[in-house]
């Protein structure tokens, strides 16, 4: 905060340096205590008083700030003899913006510009800005009148910046490029360009116009020498020329940077994208789905007549075995891989065959197969074989280990990539059960047989075959998928946890570990190992998939509300402070920074997931006040009744959501967070790829949110509609409110069945059908939650309608008491029957029930806890007659009833928990470890880990060294089984508290309603 | 089979099976983006086939007079992709950049004085220990300060090791 002439704000320097001290060491009582000495010598110095906002701010304290705030904009206003400065303006900035008052900020220099026009600083000031409120035409504006003040460069390219960011992200049309492109090429013919990253604004401006030729001509001009680094300017002109149709000079430009570059694949991609003319690989889209891109170049296939494809093709083979020649680093790839690329299109011509493919792969194989980039190297090639042919490759694979690579680690590499292999054709699940045993057994045999090869390695380096233990736990859960034979799912958990002893920074495999707890109902663990991945940032937005959905139906709230508090504020962070780094990127020039930076927080705020995270959130804490009507009141009101969440409801279907989400390390069983195969029957599924689903989950984020974020509101409706009914039957028959709400709430659950696919009536139907028993729970699909939430509001909605439910019958305004509580009844014994213990199968149906305690039923005891409110005599509920009338009487019985069937049902869940906490501990270690007890030669589970048991005795630290020695020493089976059996019950006992909780506020309920 | 290519913003969505990887940090987003904004020709991002992230590095450059030097903040490469040599593609990338456009006098970078395995390879890439930085790494581990002199320092003198360690409180730049 240096200022001229030792004047901060037109205050000497030495007065306020105590306060900025004060300030920046965050000693804020010691900091207004001087900037109230300093404004009662200045007491009406702007700048005083913008710093004392400034404290004001940081102290918290939100509303005196901005009063203080404002008086020093006023007092800048009316001073005029004072100085418009710098410095004032600045601080006043920075409180308004920590207020969330751009608009403020932006007036006072508006306002300090409007007086002083030609104050650069100023109006660099108000630029930032308009930066800050996404202001692009004012930017633009704003930019040119410095442009014509100074004649900077830099001022011009702002302009044009914010001129393309109008094209990009706001709604002006292609004549704005061309305005662009005059400013630039007046400029031109007058200063010239200097900077490198204009040049580069300039020619993307041109292309956006396709212009690709007057781009070229630029380019090869006197400004290309702006380019220093020659492979940047060759990458450029190859583009611009290929998209100018212009393939023959775009390949040998293109020949020029594998020259430079021999290993750069995209480049190899251009150069035969060129070679036979096919302009796929520009306009692939490759960047528009950063996250899913795809894995091979979606080229056409060449209009090339024959003789011309062949010249070509043979021309691209003799370069890249020239390139091959010329290359002796044996780390370059790109010309060996180019080979396989160049049989692909051969085959997309219809002049390839397979039998060439499978030699190119072959001779691959043979230079790089040991790397562990091999098999996703060729994955692409892979696909275009036909069957047979992948079997053929397979057999020539397993021929080469009759002469392994002399290397050990080189062999081992090899070996690996072969079971790679296999996975990846899917002919490794097609082996009958006891051959894909032997395979998982073969697989961890080579792992205890390569360890000693890690023996020197730094803990922290990954170690050779790592890769093994995730194969193996692969297999091992097809095998559970195929045979439904738990002793597979827990030896996959064990190989896993093993191989975290050995080394415990393997990410893999803490992912894996983490699917397989989830599967099996011990979220609490899975959340562990989640934590231990340290994701942070930017992952979160990529990565918590792996176990945000489980968290959401899981009891463990006080996790899920941290994991949903970090991520949205690292979204709201970023979104708050993005437009200060694209300043930043304008001010240092940078500006193909400053469009990106836009872009991506806009990709960022168009986010599914955060989107859902903001919805869950609110549902969360709707849950977690359940049992006290009034708290929930107050969470009601803090999200405005729900009223914004309708909003977003509504506007869902026309919003355009981003995915972001890195599906590459999800295991095959969940390729997406939609998708799990172990939930269903064995499909004889061979190969799961993980397919691009972006189109369905679309659709599928869609119906949840819209269905989600009419809760908030549904629920406070509720909460009224209950409490209306007992009113107005003691007040007059009908109130204003009373109908507002009715009607509003036929709105929405006329809008709720909608979604599951009915008319209001039909859903009526359903509902009903199903509680009487005629109907069977199926009839409510995998929407279960959806459907039972849709018959507790609709019952509230009867409670206070004048509309019977069925033509045929009248249940106008009592509720339909008895269809909620059998629903819920109903199917809460059933998931508790269905649930056996976790020794015996994964509990599946685990979150479901918790989900139907929390939600549906939550939801209802809301309705219950308002109705018992309203019918209280005393305060302000009392009722005027004293006597109760014929309606509320009936509404109470109904109440009374509902009351001690969802009691009793708790009651029956919190006994089926305990009886589950309470089983002893050794009975369910020893239940776990017995299905693993197996001798090597015997069918079935426990093979495997019957292998790396026997490796213990066997290690020793003249072959292991010294540190997989000491690892292995404190591995435990027993232990792990011990720390399944405890997670269990810690999940349990959250699950149970939330009962108990649930149980003890409905028995003081029925204290409290029966004297009525 | 690398193309390297200026670290774009997409590509932090991009970069989860490189940062999950204990020791790459993932930073916060205004890091990231302050790199971005002031030094893009100094972060970059090798992709593979199928567009994969083989991994990437993000430096900058700073300094005064003599000091004028290429900074490496970070280089990491996924495992998939070790042991091919991709770092030091990288990290000459870097240099190229600091001595043909910046004109800087030499390259440095910090390392956990225990990470053995990174202190080899620096040294294989002709980086030497110029300091010592006591308890650099929040307060505990030593970090070392490794340079290599650049083609505009002629006289090497930049990388002369210093005699004693130093503090943190002593480096020039954060």
Not at chain 1, 379 to 393: G, H, I, N, R, W
Not at chain 1, 752 to 771: C, R, T, W
Request: proline share 3%; with cysteine.
């Amino acid at each position: 905060m240096a200022s001229k002439f030792g004047l901060a704000g037109g205050i000497p320097e030495r007065r306020v340096r105590p306060i900025w001290d004060a300030i920046d060491s965050r000693q804020f009582k010691n900091a207004l205590k001087h900037s109230t000495s300093l404004l009662a010598k200045c007491p009406n110095s702007p700048y005083a008083l913008a710093l004392k906002s400034l404290i004001l701010e940081r102290m918290g304290k939100s509303d005196e700030a901005l009063s203080v705030c404002l008086n020093a904009k006023d007092l800048l206003y009316k001073n005029e003899s004072l100085l418009m400065d710098d410095l004032t303006l600045s601080t006043l900035q920075i409180v308004f913006q920590r207020l969330d008052r751009l608009d403020l900020a932006t007036g006072c220099y508006e306002y300090a510009c409007s007086k002083f026009p030609s104050n650069l600083d100023l109006m660099m000031g108000l630029f930032n800005c308009y930066v800050r409120e996404y202001s692009f035409v004012k930017q633009q504006q704003t930019a040119i009148k410095m442009y014509k003040l100074v004649g900077e460069e830099r001022f011009l390219l702002w302009a044009v910046c914010s001129i393309q960011l109008q094209v990009f992200c706001g709604n002006g049309g292609e004549k704005l490029a061309m305005l662009a492109e005059g400013l630039l090429k007046k400029h031109v013919a007058s200063h010239s360009l200097h900077e490198p990253e204009a040049l580069i604004v300039y020619i993307s401006i041109l292309e956006q116009q396709a212009r690709c030729g007057d781009a070229l001509e630029i380019l090869s001009g006197k400004l290309g020498s702006l380019l220093i680094i020659e492979v940047d300017k060759l990458r450029i002109q190859g583009r611009l020329l290929a998209r100018s149709g212009d393939y023959a000079t775009g390949a040998d430009i293109y020949e020029k940077i594998l020259e430079l570059c021999p290993d750069d694949w995209e480049c190899f991609l251009h150069y035969l994208g060129c070679l036979l003319e096919d302009g796929s690989s520009w306009s692939n889209g490759v960047h528009n789905d950063p996250i899913n891109p795809q894995k091979s170049v979606d080229c056409k296939v060449s209009q090339l007549p024959d003789e011309v494809f062949h010249s070509r093709i043979s021309t691209s083979l003799a370069f890249v075995k020239k390139l091959q020649a010329d290359t002796s680093d044996d780390f370059i790839r790109c010309p060996y891989l180019a080979i396989l690329e160049i049989e692909r299109r051969k085959q997309l011509h219809g002049k390839g065959n397979d039998d060439d493919i499978v030699e190119a792969l072959m001779l691959y194989f043979l230079k790089f197969g040991h790397l562990a980039s091999f098999s996703s190297d060729v994955e692409a090639f892979l696909q275009v074989l036909s069957p047979d042919k992948k079997t053929e490759f397979l057999a020539k694979l397993m021929k080469t280990l009759d002469s392994p690579a002399t290397v050990p680690t080189k062999a081992l590499g090899q070996s690996i990539t072969i079971f790679k292999i296999q996975e990846l054709t899917g002919n490794l699940y097609k082996l009958p059960v006891l051959e894909l045993e032997s395979c998982a057994v073969q697989m961890v045999k080579m792992y205890c047989k390569s360890l000693p090869l890690s023996k020197d390695l730094d803990p922290q380096e990954s170690m050779h075959g790592e890769e093994l233990l995730s194969m193996v736990c692969n297999v091992l859960v097809q095998l559970f998928w195929r045979t439904r034979h738990l002793g597979y799912f827990i030896e996959a958990i064990m190989v896993l946890e093993f191989g975290l002893t050995i080394r415990r920074y393997i990410w893999q495999y803490k992912i894996l570990l983490l699917h397989l707890y989830s599967h099996l109902g011990v979220i609490s663990l899975a959340y562990e190992w989640y934590k231990s991945l340290d994701m942070k940032n930017i992952l979160m937005e990529t990565v918590s998939h792996h176990i945000l959905p489980q968290m959401l139906a899981s009891p463990l709230w006080g996790d899920l509300n941290n994991l949903l508090k970090d991520y949205l504020k690292f979204m709201d962070d970023h979104f708050r402070e993005s437009a200060d780094l694209t300043f930043l990127a304008y001010r240092h020039r940078n500006y193909s920074k400053v469009i990106e930076f836009v872009q991506f927080k806009e990709r960022l705020q168009r986010s599914n997931q955060y989107l859902v995270a903001r919805v869950e959130t609110s549902v969360l804490q709707l849950k977690q006040k359940a049992d006290n009507i009034e708290e929930e009141e107050d969470v009601l009101k803090s999200l405005n009744s729900g009223v914004h969440f309708v909003e977003l409801s509504n506007e869902i279907g026309s919003k355009t959501l981003t995915f972001n989400e890195d599906f590459h390390s999800r295991p095959w069983w969940t390729p997406t967070t939609e998708k799990n195969y172990l939930l269903g029957p064995f499909e004889g599924l061979s190969y799961c790829p993980k397919e691009n689903l972006t189109k369905e989950r679309e659709e599928n984020v869609r119906r949840v949110v819209e269905k989600k974020s009419l809760l908030p509101r549904m629920i406070y409706l509720s909460i009224h509609s209950a409490s209306a009914s007992l009113k107005e039957s003691v007040e007059e028959n009908g109130s204003k409110s009373g109908s507002k709400i009715s009607s509003e709430l036929k709105f929405l659950l006329e809008h709720h069945a909608k979604m599951l696919g009915y008319s209001l009536s039909d859903a009526v139907e359903v509902v009903m059908g199903v509680s009487s028993g005629v109907k069977s729970f199926e009839a409510f699909g995998s929407d279960e939650i959806d459907w039972i939430n849709f018959a507790v509001f609709l019952n509230a909605w009867n409670l206070n309608s004048h509309e019977p439910l069925q033509p045929d019958r009248d249940q106008c305004g009592r509720g339909i008491w008895h269809v909620v509580d059998t629903l819920l009844v109903k199917y809460i014994s059933e998931k508790i029957k269905s649930m056996e213990s976790l020794v015996c199968s994964p509990r599946v149906d685990l979150p479901i029930l918790v989900q139907l305690v929390t939600e549906p039923l939550a939801w209802h005891g809301l309705v219950i806890q308002s109705c018992v409110r309203s019918s209280l005599p005393s305060g302000k509920k009392k009722k005027k007659g004293g006597s109760m009338d014929q309606h509320s009487s009936l509404v109470l019985n109904g109440v009374r009833d509902s009351i001690q069937s969802l009691c009793d049902i708790l009651k029956e869940v919190a006994k089926w928990i305990r009886g589950q906490i309470d089983r002893p501990e050794d009975e369910s270690v020893e239940n776990i470890l017995s299905s693993l007890r197996k001798k090597e030669q015997d069918e079935g589970p426990g093979r495997v880990f019957h292998v790396l048991e026997s490796l213990i005795p066997s290690i020793n630290e003249a072959e292991h060294g010294g540190r997989i020695c000491q690892e292995l020493k404190t591995w435990s089976a027993l232990d792990v089984a011990r720390k399944i059996v405890t997670g269990d019950s810690t999940l349990l006992s959250q699950f149970l508290n939330i009962c108990e909780s649930k149980i003890k506020s409905f028995q003081a309920l029925k204290q409290q309603i029966a004297p009525i | 089979m690398t193309t390297i290519r200026r670290f774009s913003c997409n590509d932090l969505l991009r970069f989860a099976s490189v940062n999950l990887d204990h020791l790459t940090e993932t930073f916060n987003m205004s890091f990231y983006m302050t790199y971005l904004a002031r030094w893009p020709d100094y972060f970059h991002v090798a992709d593979g086939p199928g567009n994969k992230v083989m991994g990437y590095i993000m430096g900058k450059v700073e300094g005064q007079g003599e000091s004028w030097h290429g900074h490496v903040t970070a280089v990491t490469v996924a495992a998939e992709y070790r042991r091919q040599q991709l770092a030091k593609k990288l990290m000459n990338l870097l240099e190229e950049i600091s001595d043909k456009i910046d004109k800087a006098y030499f390259v440095d970078l910090f390392v956990r004085a225990s990470n053995t395995p990174a202190i080899k390879m620096y040294e294989k890439l002709g980086y030497v220990i110029y300091r010592r930085v006591l308890r650099y790494y929040s307060g505990e581990e030593d970090g070392l300060d490794m340079r290599k002199a650049l083609s505009r320092d002629v006289e090497k003198k930049s990388i002369i090791p210093l005699k004693r360690p130093i503090t943190p409180d002593e480096l020039e730049y954060d």
